[in-house]
Protein backbone atom coordinates (compact mmCIF):
# COMPACT_ATOMS: atom_id res chain seq x y z
CA UNK A 1 0.00 0.00 0.00
CA UNK A 2 1.33 3.39 -1.34
CA UNK A 3 0.89 6.65 0.25
CA UNK A 4 1.87 9.15 -1.71
CA UNK A 5 1.38 12.69 -0.61
CA UNK A 6 2.32 11.86 2.93
CA UNK A 7 4.98 14.26 4.95
CA UNK A 8 6.58 11.42 7.51
CA UNK A 9 6.05 13.63 11.28
CA UNK A 10 9.95 13.24 12.25
CA UNK A 11 13.03 11.78 10.30
CA UNK A 12 15.69 10.04 11.58
CA UNK A 13 17.87 12.01 9.87
CA UNK A 14 16.32 15.23 11.16
CA UNK A 15 16.58 13.56 15.06
CA UNK A 16 20.45 12.68 13.51
CA UNK A 17 20.85 15.91 12.84
CA UNK A 18 19.47 17.25 16.23
CA UNK A 19 21.85 15.01 18.35
CA UNK A 20 25.16 15.64 16.03
CA UNK A 21 24.55 19.82 16.62
CA UNK A 22 23.36 18.86 20.68
CA UNK A 23 26.41 17.19 20.94
CA UNK A 24 28.56 20.12 19.18
CA UNK A 25 26.66 22.76 21.21
CA UNK A 26 27.77 20.69 24.20
CA UNK A 27 31.65 20.27 23.77
CA UNK A 28 31.88 23.85 22.70
CA UNK A 29 30.21 25.08 25.84
CA UNK A 30 31.67 22.25 28.09
CA UNK A 31 35.30 22.87 26.64
CA UNK A 32 34.23 26.86 27.03
CA UNK A 33 34.79 26.77 30.43
CA UNK A 34 38.61 26.01 30.21
CA UNK A 35 41.02 28.84 30.23
CA UNK A 36 42.43 30.36 27.12
CA UNK A 37 45.45 28.82 26.57
CA UNK A 38 47.51 32.39 25.52
CA UNK A 39 45.82 33.29 29.09
CA UNK A 40 47.51 30.12 30.61
CA UNK A 41 51.27 30.69 29.01
CA UNK A 42 51.61 33.93 28.98
CA UNK A 43 54.97 34.38 29.17
CA UNK A 44 55.04 37.88 31.13
CA UNK A 45 53.49 36.08 33.97
CA UNK A 46 55.94 33.64 34.15
CA UNK A 47 58.96 34.55 37.20
CA UNK A 48 59.83 32.48 40.52
CA UNK A 49 58.28 32.35 43.39
CA UNK A 50 59.77 34.62 46.16
CA UNK A 51 59.15 31.67 48.35
CA UNK A 52 57.75 28.54 49.43
CA UNK A 53 54.35 29.91 50.76
CA UNK A 54 54.09 32.21 47.46
CA UNK A 55 54.96 28.60 45.48
CA UNK A 56 52.15 27.19 47.47
CA UNK A 57 50.00 29.88 47.25
CA UNK A 58 50.33 30.52 43.22
CA UNK A 59 49.93 26.37 43.17
CA UNK A 60 46.21 26.30 44.95
CA UNK A 61 45.13 29.96 43.03
CA UNK A 62 46.85 28.55 39.47
CA UNK A 63 45.00 24.80 39.87
CA UNK A 64 42.18 26.36 41.15
CA UNK A 65 41.46 28.63 37.99
CA UNK A 66 43.23 26.29 35.30
CA UNK A 67 41.95 23.30 36.51
CA UNK A 68 40.25 22.70 33.25
CA UNK A 69 43.46 23.08 31.09
CA UNK A 70 45.46 21.05 34.04
CA UNK A 71 43.33 18.04 33.59
CA UNK A 72 43.86 18.34 29.83
CA UNK A 73 47.57 18.49 29.74
CA UNK A 74 47.65 15.44 32.08
CA UNK A 75 45.15 13.42 29.68
CA UNK A 76 46.94 14.04 26.94
CA UNK A 77 50.77 12.77 28.24
CA UNK A 78 48.66 10.05 29.54
CA UNK A 79 47.14 9.45 26.09
CA UNK A 80 50.46 10.11 24.50
CA UNK A 81 52.17 7.34 26.61
CA UNK A 82 49.44 5.06 25.52
CA UNK A 83 50.40 4.63 21.95
CA UNK A 84 52.16 1.47 22.20
CA UNK A 85 50.22 -0.57 24.41
CA UNK A 86 46.56 -1.27 22.34
CA UNK A 87 44.56 -2.60 25.10
CA UNK A 88 45.27 0.04 27.74
CA UNK A 89 44.52 2.61 24.79
CA UNK A 90 40.98 1.41 23.68
CA UNK A 91 40.59 1.27 27.96
CA UNK A 92 42.02 4.85 27.76
CA UNK A 93 39.53 5.90 24.84
CA UNK A 94 36.50 4.60 26.60
CA UNK A 95 37.05 5.82 29.93
CA UNK A 96 37.52 9.32 27.98
CA UNK A 97 34.12 9.27 26.99
CA UNK A 98 33.44 8.90 30.52
CA UNK A 99 35.24 11.89 30.85
CA UNK A 100 33.54 13.65 28.36
CA UNK A 101 30.50 12.90 29.86
CA UNK A 102 30.69 13.14 33.27
CA UNK A 103 33.21 16.09 33.44
CA UNK A 104 34.01 18.27 30.59
CA UNK A 105 30.72 18.82 28.88
CA UNK A 106 27.95 18.65 31.63
CA UNK A 107 26.36 22.18 32.13
CA UNK A 108 24.29 20.95 35.15
CA UNK A 109 25.43 19.73 38.32
CA UNK A 110 25.74 15.89 38.87
CA UNK A 111 22.98 14.64 40.44
CA UNK A 112 23.25 10.94 42.05
CA UNK A 113 19.92 9.78 44.42
CA UNK A 114 18.90 13.07 44.53
CA UNK A 115 22.47 14.50 45.94
CA UNK A 116 24.92 17.21 43.79
CA UNK A 117 27.78 15.68 43.53
CA UNK A 118 30.73 18.27 43.67
CA UNK A 119 33.09 18.83 40.78
CA UNK A 120 36.47 17.87 42.71
CA UNK A 121 35.13 14.83 43.58
CA UNK A 122 33.66 13.74 39.80
CA UNK A 123 37.13 14.60 38.92
CA UNK A 124 39.11 12.61 41.56
CA UNK A 125 36.55 9.70 40.93
CA UNK A 126 37.08 9.69 37.43
CA UNK A 127 40.92 9.97 37.96
CA UNK A 128 41.47 7.27 40.25
CA UNK A 129 38.87 5.00 37.70
CA UNK A 130 41.17 5.52 34.87
CA UNK A 131 44.33 4.44 36.61
CA UNK A 132 42.89 1.53 38.05
CA UNK A 133 41.46 0.50 34.90
CA UNK A 134 44.75 1.30 32.71
CA UNK A 135 46.57 -0.42 35.88
CA UNK A 136 44.56 -3.75 35.15
CA UNK A 137 45.89 -3.55 30.95
CA UNK A 138 49.54 -4.06 31.80
CA UNK A 139 51.31 -1.02 31.18
CA UNK A 140 52.01 0.07 35.10
CA UNK A 141 55.27 1.68 34.78
CA UNK A 142 54.36 3.64 31.34
CA UNK A 143 50.75 4.58 33.33
CA UNK A 144 52.84 5.95 36.88
CA UNK A 145 55.60 7.61 34.85
CA UNK A 146 53.04 9.24 32.35
CA UNK A 147 51.17 10.63 35.67
CA UNK A 148 54.65 11.67 37.27
CA UNK A 149 55.67 13.67 34.60
CA UNK A 150 51.91 14.81 33.66
CA UNK A 151 52.20 16.04 37.72
CA UNK A 152 55.38 17.43 37.61
CA UNK A 153 55.05 19.82 34.64
CA UNK A 154 51.62 21.01 35.96
CA UNK A 155 53.24 21.96 40.00
CA UNK A 156 56.01 23.42 38.15
CA UNK A 157 53.64 25.19 35.84
CA UNK A 158 51.57 26.69 38.73
CA UNK A 159 54.36 27.60 40.98
CA UNK A 160 55.76 29.64 38.34
CA UNK A 161 52.88 31.44 36.82
CA UNK A 162 51.84 34.84 38.87
CA UNK A 163 48.53 35.04 39.97
CA UNK A 164 48.15 38.88 39.74
CA UNK A 165 46.44 38.75 36.36
CA UNK A 166 44.04 36.11 37.28
CA UNK A 167 40.01 36.72 38.10
CA UNK A 168 39.10 39.07 40.67
CA UNK A 169 36.56 36.54 42.10
CA UNK A 170 39.52 34.35 44.00
CA UNK A 171 37.18 33.01 46.71
CA UNK A 172 35.45 31.30 44.02
CA UNK A 173 38.68 29.95 42.74
CA UNK A 174 39.85 29.43 45.63
CA UNK A 175 36.86 26.99 46.19
CA UNK A 176 37.21 25.02 43.46
CA UNK A 177 34.74 26.44 41.26
CA UNK A 178 35.49 27.85 37.89
CA UNK A 179 34.53 31.34 35.85
CA UNK A 180 32.42 31.17 32.43
CA UNK A 181 35.23 32.46 30.18
CA UNK A 182 35.16 33.86 26.82
CA UNK A 183 36.94 31.90 24.16
CA UNK A 184 40.12 33.59 22.88
Keep these: MTMYGTIPASSDEGTN ?3 ISTAKASIKSGLGTRRPWKQMFNLRSINFPHGVSDAFSRIRTNVGYFRMNYVIIMLLILFFSLLWHPVSLIVFVVMMAAWLFLYFLRNEPLMIFHRIIDDRVVLVVLFVVT ?3 L ?3 GATMNILSSIL ?3 VVVVVHAALRCTDDLSSD ?3 VEAGGYLA ?3 S
Design 17 to 19: LKF
Design 131 to 133: IVL
Design 135 to 137: LLT
Design 149 to 151: IGL
Design 170 to 172: EER
Design 181 to 183: SSS
